[in-house]
């Protein structure tokens, strides 16, 4: 997340409480699915980038698939947590990392990754045009992100208030994109849709496979 903006303070503080939330709010079996779709895209052979690990709930999903996995993310907090799931893999570096000024040079990876970034982001275009960079041409873009489109006004408003009631109030910045809204930001920075589908159960989550051209 962006030290300037500063996005990254707010989920610091719900480091220790975030995993809990994270499937008291969403549900286990949507969690479960997006995890499951995440693992049927990588391959061993991948070197991945993982933007905005939070505290690695899906960072686990991708070492256990993959050649090596960097995981990132501005908050300490958060890392911290990370860097205890991740202490048996050998295949992982973790380390904080700027998602709108990425240090890494470009097409360096086979794999990004944004499990729920997008969304919280002020600047999403902006981190996106950096996962592009850093990718080698033919690299893939896989993007989650939770949503409330599609879902029915009483499973939003009892999603809402699981939220609220274990996060507080979101920031400013959060949105609930729609499918192609956010196919549509992918494609403004260059990658091409090769996969596109919404998970629902419990809630709903958008899963994106797209391409670098």
Known sequence: MSSESKEYQYWSKK???FDA???????????EAAQNWLKEQLTIQDNVLEIGCGTGIFSAVIAESVR?????????????????RLQKYSNVEVKPADGYQLAHAESTFDVAFMGNVLHIVKEPSTILKESYRTLRKGGRLLAMDYTLAGMTLPTKLAMIIRYVSKLGMPPRDNKSYRSEELAQLLQQAGFTIQDAQTIKRESNVICLNAVKR
Request: aromatic share 6%; charged share 20%; hydrophobic share 40%.
């Open 15 to 17: 480091a220790d409480s």
């Open 21 to 31: 939330a994270n499937t008291y709010i969403v549900g286990q079996n949507t969690f």
């Open 68 to 84: 090596h996995l960097t995981a990132t993310d501005m908050s300490e907090e958060m890392l911290a947590k990370t860097r205890l």
